[in-house]
């Protein structure tokens, strides 16, 4: 164990019993002057938490390399080596009975040391990106002058460190007295896009997060969370009116751009740390997930699909956050780009136009959301959903399909064979001619030219249609695909990756071909059935069909652990379908 005294700046918050094996907090006492974190009101519980998340979170990439480098088995190794000093306030730990001030540890020292590292007690170093939470690879340029944080994407063709520019954009066109993070976007050597931004904290200046204000009070059940967010500011000296009118530019810009990850490290105020006192409202930063940067689907969101996605915030829907704006015109709409601008702004930098003309067209309804939400009409995810299966029941009266992308999901055991054969045999009696799924796509070809290399993209591209298949239907069965190549080569050499760009390649070649295909596997993910989804939008199918099988994995006889089939419907019902996959038909089956 060991004993450090919770610091801020140079006056003594409390003390703090430090488990090294652990990395975490294991005693706290507070010194009774309202300086320690959550506004001076804090405990044991809220010290560990406050020291968990001033670490390296454990999803950060480079985590460990991090860490070894440096000699830490954990997080709070690593911070408590570097005395948990952060570019963003000016808390800090001192070894007990050490003689040590602010002015000895404080990061901007390292302006005039090399490489950003200044030696304590020839053991350590400090870094300043010990504390620097959030999963994007993240550093912070120490030189002098103002910090300047730089944030590195390589996933998702680096779209989140772009998001963070078409958002600066957005607030920048605004021009209005709303705080903002300004970002500006450089694609390096390596294909990754990073950011950077000047710091807007400083010794005299700290950032205290909403996580803080809102856990420095016990808040009563009858009051909203953001309302509460407002009267604790205000309680602490913030212009009522000011923090009103922020929260409701945050909740509408995050709207506009799609923000999934408004949590309550992601924003808060700026407070004076020699007089405690709060300034206001924390400038908007950290937009990175928003704009649909992670997603692969090539189909556009509907109006009721793009309202049903989570968000993490003080609610899970943005339908529930707009019901708390007060001022619906602090956005002015005619300022914000066009859906146009937007497909050419990430096209031109490193998005696929695929992604960028997606990417566009759902901005373009969060747009017309927005709008109609400024004219007075209420935002519900349950009108737009009634709404769009209205259209769809019309439509099929009026122009009935031919052609059906089919697919039958759920757990195993739970009868998709049944069902698959059910829907063939239908189709049969209405005149169909079923076919053989192999005819689509030979294994042959697949293990001959991609046994070492797989190629997907090259392969689906190159896929051509088949004359004679036009009021046809056949079941592609992800089980068979895995029998088939159980007899032509070993199970070693069986992959998953094998199997499902067999499925794709025949499931596109047969809709391509005009034949109906049923298509039959788990598919517990949204990924999972997205990625046929994708192929049939691709293709021009319109009619998507979703058959849900039910059943207890507690009765399943499939072989399968019972632990494993836990596990498999756990997953199932936390991606459970929904009409904003893509499907113009959901039908459940027990």
């Known amino acids: 164990m060991m004993q450090y005294d919770l610091m801020h700046k140079n006056d003594r918050c409390g003390s703090i019993l430090y ?34 998340m001033r670490a390296i979170p454990a999803s950060r990439a480079s ?110 066109r605004q021009d209005n007295s709303i705080p903002y993070v300004k970002y500006y976007a450089s694609i390096e050597a390596d294909h990754s896009v990073s950011c950077k931004c000047n710091a807007f904290t400083s010794e005299n200046i700290e950032f205290i997060s909403a996580y803080e204000i809102m856990e420095s009070s016990k808040i009563p ?32 810009t995050d709207f506009i751009i799609s923000n999934t990850d408004e949590h309550f490290l992601n924003f808060g105020v700026l407070r004076n740390p020699d007089s405690m006192e709060l300034i206001g409202p924390a400038p908007i930063f950290d937009s990175g997930n928003s704009m649909f940067y992670s997603e692969e689907r090539r189909i556009p969101y509907t109006r009721a699909g793009i309202l049903d996605r989570k968000i993490t915030g003080f609610y899970e829907k943005e339908e529930k956050l707009l019901k708390r704006v007060q ?97 063939q045999e239908a189709y049969v009696r209405r005149g169909y001619r079923s076919v053989i799924a192999e005819q689509f796509y030979d294994t042959d070809r697949v293990i001959h030219d991609m046994a070492d290399i797989l190629d997907r993209r090259r392969v689906l591209d190159a896929l051509p249609a088949i004359p004679g298949y036009k009021k046809t239907v056949t079941i592609i069965d992800l089980d068979d695909i895995r029998k088939e190549l159980y007899e032509k080569v070993s199970v070693l050499l069986i992959r998953d990756d094998l199997l499902f760009l067999i499925a794709e390649a025949r499931v596109k070649t047969a809709l391509k071909s005009g034949c109906t295909v049923i298509y039959k596997a788990d598919n517990l993910t949204k990924g999972s059935r997205e990625r046929f989804l994708n192929i049939a939008h691709e293709v021009g199918v319109t009619d998507k069909e979703l058959h849900i099988m039910h059943g207890n994995p507690e009765y399943s006889e499939t072989g399968i652990p019972q632990k494993q089939l836990a596990q498999m419907a756990e997953e199932f019902r936390e991606n459970y379908p929904s009409f904003d996959e893509g499907w113009t038909d959901l039908v459940e089956h027990d």
């Open 327 to 423: 001022n619906r015109n602090i956005v002015k709409a005619d300022l914000l780009p066009s859906p146009q601008e937007v497909k050419e702004f990430y096209a031109q930098a490193t998005l696929p136009e695929w992604k960028a003309d997606i990417i566009s067209r759902n901005y373009a309804i969060k747009c017309e959301l927005f709008r109609e939400f400024q004219h007075g009409k209420t935002i519900s995810f349950y009108q737009e959903t009634q709404a769009e299966r209205e259209i769809v029941r019309k439509e099929k009266i009026k122009n009935p399909v031919s052609q059906k992308f089919i697919m039958v999901c759920g757990l195993p055991g739970t009868g998709k064979t049944i069902q698959a054969n059910e829907l």
């Open 63 to 172: 985590l460990r390399d991090i860490l070894k480098n440096a000699g830490c088995f954990t997080p709070g190794n690593f911070l408590a080596k570097n005395l948990a000093l952060s570019i963003s306030d000016t808390y800090w730990i001192c070894p007990f009975n050490a003689h040590l001030s602010y002015e000895d540890v404080k990061l901007t020292n390292f302006a005039i040391f090399h490489d950003r590292k200044i030696p304590y007690h020839n053991a350590t170093s400090y870094d300043p990106n010990a504390s620097l939470g959030g999963q994007m690879e993240k550093y912070w340029e120490i030189r002098a002058g103002n910090p300047i944080l730089v944030k590195v994407s390589s996933r998702y063709f680096g779209q989140q460190s772009l998001n963070e520019v078409f958002a600066s954009r957005i607030h920048e």
């Open 221 to 252: 059940n009858s009051i909203a969370l953001n309302d509460a967010y407002t009267n604790l500011c205000a309680k602490q000296g913030i212009d009522r009116g000011m923090m009103q009118d922020f929260m409701d530019y945050q909740t509408l």
């Open 19 to 52: 488990d090294e094996n652990t990395g975490k907090i294991t005693d706290y006492h507070d010194a009774g002057n309202g300086l320690s974190p959550f506004l001076g009101n804090s405990n044991l519980k809220k010290i560990a938490k406050w020291w968990e």
